[in-house]
């Protein structure tokens, strides 16, 4: 069975950074793509970034420039690394993992990324 640990979610001033990371556990085979997904208050969940297994990237226009997601296929980690931050980047924020990447197959448990103005 597939499990997705978030973690490095938290409260920040707007501007600041963090970095979120998630950890994959379980039989992964034929698992290409690994991502970022976002749920704001009130709003559809929608795609952050994601990033296949040879390393190839695809990010939402909104994070383009200020967020990067790297892997590291050995260790079964996906991160996602936020700069610049911005009240509009508040929201649950869920690792996933798929045989595509903008179809996932399982979900993490969400982790919560506050920005305050």
Same mark, same amino acid.
């Given at each position: 069975?597939?499990?997705?640990?978030?973690?490095?979610?938290?409260?920040?001033?707007?501007?600041?950074?963090?970095?979120?990371?998630?950890?994959?556990?379980?039989? $992964?085979?034929?698992?290409?793509?690994?991502?970022?997904?976002?749920?704001?208050?009130?709003?559809?969940?929608?795609?952050?970034?994601?990033?296949?297994?040879?390393?190839?990237?695809?990010?939402?226009?909104?994070?383009?420039?200020?967020?990067?997601?790297?892997?590291?296929?050995?260790?079964?980690?996906?991160?996602?690394?936020?700069?610049? $931050?911005?009240?509009?980047?508040?929201?649950?924020?869920?690792?996933?993992?798929? $045989?595509?990447?903008?179809?996932?197959?399982?979900?993490?448990?969400?982790?919560?990324?506050?920005?305050?103005?």
């Amino acid at each position: 069975q597939v499990r997705l640990v978030e973690s490095g979610g938290g409260l920040v001033q707007a501007g600041e950074s963090l970095r979120l990371s998630c950890a994959a556990s379980g039989s $992964l085979f034929g698992i290409n793509a690994m991502g970022w997904y976002r749920q704001p208050p009130g709003k559809q969940r929608e795609l952050v970034a994601t990033i296949t297994t040879d390393g190839r990237t695809n990010y939402a226009d909104s994070v383009k420039g200020r967020f990067t997601i790297s892997r590291d296929n050995a260790k079964k980690t996906v991160h996602l690394q936020m700069n610049s $931050l911005k009240p509009e980047d508040t929201a649950v924020y869920y690792c996933t993992l798929g $045989l595509l990447p903008t179809t996932p197959n399982y979900w993490g448990q969400g982790t919560q990324v506050t920005v305050s103005s």
